[in-house]
Every structure is written in C-alpha cells, then in structure tokens.
C-alpha cells in the first residue's frame, strides 16, 4: 500500500525566513504533485514533478524530486503572509490507474 | 488552464435525503474522474474513479450503495450520497484527469462541494 507522509504537520513562521516541507512516499512512482488549499477552498495546483532530480521552481516556492530517495521537498524562500495555507503533496501511482494518494498536509502560518 | 467545475458549491439537508453533486470539466473531455472526500483539518481521501460509460471504481471501505457515482458523458460525472446522515458531511472534492497530446496527464480539481446533514 503507498503511504505519503510530510513533516512538518503544522508550521509557523515569520515573514523573511526560509523553510523547506519534507514529503516521503513508501513505493515507486510516476508522478508527484504539490498543492496548496486554502480554507474553505479546493486545491490549487501547484507543481508536477515527473522525474528524478527534477526542480520547479514559482516565486518563493521551489519544489524537487529525488526518486531514489523517494523524497520531495518544498522550499519556501523569504516567507510572506500570503503564503498561509495548507500544503499536500500527493502521489501518483500510474499503475494504479492514476490515483492520487495524500500526504496528511502541512499547515503554514506565515506570520507578520 | 483546464477547468473543472462542481455544484452546489454547498448545500445542507435533512437526515435520510439524497443529494447530488455534480463535476463538470468546461474545456476538455474527461474518461476518468475522480471523487475525494475531506473532514475538517484533514487530508483528501480517495471515495472512488468514475470511469464514462462504466461502472465507477469504489475504494476500500466506500459503500457504493450510498455514493452512487454516474459518468454518462465525457464532461459530467456525477456523485449521490442516498440517504444521508451527520457522519456523510463533509467537502466533497472531484478531479478530473487532461489526456492527451495538449496535456501532461496533470489533474485539475474541482471548487469542492460542501455537505452538511442535518
């Protein structure tokens, strides 16, 4: 069974700093998604990571892939207020017919 | 970017009533939608895939007697929860899959539908 698990769970910082999001998954995969809910929202899509080694990066956000590791980071440079929300990552398992399995998400407060 | 649209966006019933979500994708066709369900401060779980002109794929532990799941055309699926009780709140979110040679195989997600039973 494919687990996903991040870390931290809860995550409250101070605008300026940096902070990186950890998401592990337990079996091989096609695909890795981050996204971003805000309250009361659906997800906004945030990046595809495709293969090992990949980096994506849009604004203060850069997210990474390492297949062997099977690790995915998200990277939160010079954090501001605007990026309060909760983070997922998500894995997609091609094999399984294209079914995303959650991590149980991060919530960031970014506080002034 | 490709969009998928649900509704109602929120609705509240009655306890033993049925309601109907529905999931549109506007711009693209869709043979495989997906249908999550998310309780409060927590993640998306996975309630089934709708598969068009077929019978939908429910996932362990998902009654498919009372989330009936329907995917008649290549742009509509859609979600009844029968007879709904307390425990059957909760944001119900669709995602719908972009195929082909114009997409990356990206899912796009759906507003989320809101239910609350009372």
């Known amino acids: 069974e494919l687990k996903v698990e991040q870390n931290p769970l809860f995550l409250s910082m101070q605008e300026g700093k940096n902070y990186t999001i950890y998401c592990n998954y337990s079996?091989?995969?096609?695909?890795l998604y981050w996204y971003r809910q805000d309250p009361g929202k659906s997800l906004e899509s945030l990046f595809v990571l495709l293969s090992n080694g990949a980096v994506k990066q849009e604004g203060r956000l850069m997210a990474s892939l390492d297949t062997k590791a099977r690790l995915s980071t998200l990277h939160i440079t010079a954090a501001v207020h605007d990026l309060s929300a909760t983070y997922f990552c998500?894995?997609?398992?091609?094999?399984?017919?294209?079914?995303?399995?959650f991590g149980e998400g991060t919530q960031l407060t970014v506080n002034p | 970017g490709a969009v998928v649209s649900q509704h109602p966006s929120w609705v509240i019933c009655k306890s033993g009533t049925s309601v109907k979500i529905e999931c549109r994708s506007l711009?693209?066709?869709?043979?495989?939608m997906f249908w999550y369900r998310q309780f409060p401060k927590q993640s998306l779980m996975l309630m089934a895939t709708s598969n068009e002109g077929s019978k939908a794929t429910y996932e362990q532990g998902v009654e498919k007697d009372k989330f009936l799941i329907n995917h008649a055309s290549l742009t509509l699926s859609t979600l009844t929860v029968t007879s709904a009780h307390p425990e059957d709140s909760s944001f119900y979110i669709c995602?719908?899959?972009?195929?082909?040679?114009?997409?990356?195989?990206?899912?796009?997600f759906g507003e989320g539908s809101r239910l609350t039973v009372l």
């Open positions: 079996t091989t995969s096609d695909r």
């Open positions: 711009d693209f066709q869709a043979t495989t």
């Open positions: 998500a894995v997609d398992k091609e094999t399984s017919g294209s079914r995303l399995t």
């Open positions: 995602s719908a899959r972009l195929q082909g040679l114009a997409g990356t195989g990206e899912l796009f």
